[in-house]
């Protein structure tokens, strides 16, 4: 199984804005388990987690994101301006054993 991090490091107070978000979005897409936010270390950190069977199945989850559908439109219609939430972010991909 694959573990996927999308950590966002915030613009202060704008954590749980972009949490809800990312909540709301991600409610219908299976492979999305967990939306975290931090309570140590760095401050203003949300994490979206999800897990894939393995590396292939995260690329072809990928792959849609890319594609126009329908699908990808609601969620670029519900996204826009989440950019302006955050300062930076990483992706963590990790295996698990």
Known sequence: MIVVH???VCKPGNASKLA???????????????????????????IMQSQYDNLSAYEDRFKKYIEDSEEVKKMK???QGYHDL?????REIFKVW
């Not at 809800?20 to 949300?46: W, Y």
């Not at 955050?86 to 990483?90: A, R």
């Open 20 to 46: 809800t978000l990312f909540k709301e979005v991600m409610a219908d897409s299976p492979e999305f388990v967990n939306i975290m936010t931090d309570m140590t270390g760095d401050f203003n950190r949300v």
């Open 86 to 90: 955050y300062i930076s972010g990483k």
């Open 77 to 79: 219609e519900k996204m």
């Open 6 to 8: 999308e950590i966002f």
